[in-house]
């Protein structure tokens, strides 16, 4: 779909009623306030009441057990900086007795083999300092021949534990003594024991303050929504008794707005974005797959006059997903985690267009599993029936069709990308170019394969035309050389923004150094068509970590009287292991494909989102 539209709104009242009108635009929630940098009276909202509560809310959100939250008042608590502060206290108090019990627990491991002893006082010791050794038994030697105290107090496996007294610290390189906490062994102990059980109360403390997580949520909002309001201010243009606000509206908000200014008794100018103007960008897309907008703007937001991906991007990314996991069980497991998350995702409305992508992703990724026949990296004889071959073969096991697959989807997202381009520039000789590597990178395709010897599709349509096989590949062959001879004529030819008929020759010298610099990108189309293969490897590498693992499994069962259990645990962990390894290569070279190879060629303006300037406590 395209971007939507926007209006360029610029409204005027009566300086004394500035905050009611803002507080009525907060509420209509439609606008995206443009910054006329004036200079106010006003100063920005103090954020520490804000920060405190985004990070007691942050903090009791983390706790692992959450109580039945309180939705009507604080009853004794003190109000809401009160509670944060009480959460942020346990925080900090939380922390500082973390960081003790990991320098007690060191200690203790330091203490242990030299024994619970009370070290000697200044006096007792008359100048004489204690010096602790860890000294591997290989080393003894380095103990004979000194001229100081030194005695033996343990030793293990590895280790002399020596205790020498000297004045100075005795030179035993490369060995440097031990800091020892100066506390007996027992003490320490004990104080860990504490420090554990006001661990034990803090944490139940935490507990107790979940039940305060939706006041807490509540006032964030109004505080939030406060700032919202005071920045608001400061966007705006006060001169004597008259307001001027300026705002980015959707056309299709228009009605409200104008129905907001009437009731108001407001002045209200419509303007059409200027082309020297830079509007923020709205997505707005079906629900069914406002879920690919999350995709996009990952990476970048396009700019309002490009065009909005979400469409390709969603089914593409659903497609790369599906072809990386490669696998019908996977697929369903990834169904069950999305059934156990579908309430919590109906809670919003981003929650609600994600569950259209994930169940896209979960639908493709087990129609993928079945055609290929993958099932846990099996192929169950229920699946046969299902599963696509060539020749006899399964098709995932034909390596060299599976890597002509991923190029050929490489080369029309490709051609794709640069179809879109040269629509959008339709009317200008450069959307040529465009054309031209869309006939390009598919003449290059047809030439390569049919040279390369894959004359399957030739021999097919030959069947169906009743020609020669022969025939039919020669003809793929000059087709496919001159499409790509074309295309990069074409590139040659209409890469250049000069003027096309001028008469000046430095004109047509230029353009022809801006074709030659066209060119050279066909090594970038060569390299971003191969990163499609990635979609083949991640896909066989999954695949064949799955018959690893089964393999592993089978042979775990041959071990007497646990072979069961070890097959299991093989199995699950395995799976498991690479359950989440096809994930994470799904979404990053999932997104990868599209954000970097597709946007290179389609997408080149970057914009920024629209923020609208809305309510955010209900």
């Not at 394969?449 to 009743?466: F, K, M, Q």
């Not at 590949?473 to 499409?483: E, I, P, S, V």
């Not at 592993?552 to 259990?565: I, K, Y």
């Amino acid at each position: 779909m395209p971007i939507e539209k926007l209006v360029k709104v610029t409204i005027y009242g009566l300086a004394r009623e500035r905050d009611a009108t803002i507080e009525g635009l907060q509420e209509l929630g439609c606008l995206h306030l443009i910054d006329l940098q004036v200079r106010s009276e006003f100063e920005p909202l103090d954020h520490e009441l804000r920060n405190e509560v985004h990070d007691a809310l942050k903090y009791l959100f983390g706790a692992p057990v959450q109580n039945p939250n309180q939705h009507t008042r604080y009853a004794d608590e003190g109000g809401c900086r009160a509670v944060a502060w009480q959460a942020l206290e346990n925080k900090s108090r939380r922390e500082a007795l973390i960081e003790e019990r990991d320098h007690l627990e060191y200690h203790i491991e330091l203490l242990k083999p030299w024994g619970d002893f009370q070290w000697p006082t200044a006096e007792q010791l008359a100048g004489w300092q204690l010096w602790f050794y860890q000294v591997p038994k290989r080393m003894r030697d380095v103990l004979n021949g000194q001229d100081w105290t030194w005695q033996i107090v343990n030793e293990d496996r590895q280790f002399l534990y020596v205790v020498v007294v000297s004045r100075d610290e005795p030179d035993l390189s490369p060995l440097r003594p031990l800091v020892l906490d100066r506390r007996p062994l027992s003490d320490v102990q004990h104080r860990l024991a504490e420090v554990d059980e006001e661990l034990e109360t803090l944490h139940w403390q935490r507990v107790a303050l979940t039940r305060w997580t939706s006041l807490l949520q509540r006032d964030l909002n109004a505080a939030d929504d406060e700032l919202a309001r005071r920045e608001a201010v400061l966007k705006l243009l006060q001169t004597g008794d008259v307001f001027v606000l300026q705002a980015w509206a959707p056309r299709s908000a228009m009605e409200r707005v104008r129905e907001f200014c009437r009731r108001q008794q407001l002045a209200l100018m419509e303007q059409r974005p200027g082309w020297t103007e830079s509007p923020p960008t709205l997505l707005r897309n079906p629900p069914s797959i406002a879920g690919g907008e999350g995709a996009v703007t990952f990476y970048m937001t396009p700019a309002y006059r490009a065009w909005d991906p979400t469409g390709v991007v969603f089914f593409s990314f659903v497609l790369f997903f599906a072809m990386i996991m490669s696998d019908a069980a996977y697929g369903l497991l990834l169904g069950l985690g999305l059934a156990l998350l579908w309430p919590r995702l109906s809670a919003t409305a981003r929650g609600r267009a994600a569950r259209h992508l994930l169940l896209a992703i979960v639908v493709a990724t087990v129609v993928y599993g079945l055609l290929i026949g993958s099932f846990f990296g099996n192929t169950p004889s229920w699946l046969e029936p299902y599963q696509l071959k060539l020749d006899g073969q399964p098709l995932f096991e034909n390596r060299n069709a599976m890597m002509l697959l991923a190029l050929t989807i490489g080369v029309l997202h490709l051609a794709l990308a640069n179809a879109i381009t040269a629509w959008r520039y339709w009317g200008r000789w450069q959307a040529l170019s465009s054309v031209g590597w869309s006939v390009a990178l598919i003449g290059a395709l047809s030439y390569g394969v049919t040279r390369g010897g894959s004359n399957r599709l030739a021999n097919w349509l030959a069947e169906l035309a009743g020609q020669s096989p022969d025939a039919v590949q020669a003809l793929f062959l000059r087709g496919g050389w001159g499409m790509l001879i074309g295309g990069l004529a074409a590139v040659f030819l209409f890469s250049s923004s000069r003027p096309l008929w001028s008469r000046r020759p430095l004109d047509w010298i230029l353009r022809f150094v801006d074709g030659f610099l066209a060119l050279l990108n066909a090594s970038k189309a060569f390299g971003d068509t191969l990163s499609y293969l990635r979609l083949f490897a991640l896909g066989l590498a999954s695949a064949q970590l799955a018959v690893t693992f089964n393999n592993l499994a089978e042979g775990a069962l041959e071990v007497p009287g646990l072979g069961m259990v070890f097959a299991i645990l093989i199995f699950v962990i395995g799976h498991g292991i690479n359950l989440l390894l096809g994930i994470m290569g799904g979404v990053v070279h999932g997104l990868r494909l599209n954000c970097i190879e597709f946007f290179n060629w389609s997408l080149t303006e970057e914009g920024y989102p629209f923020r609208a300037f809305s309510k955010k406590a209900g």
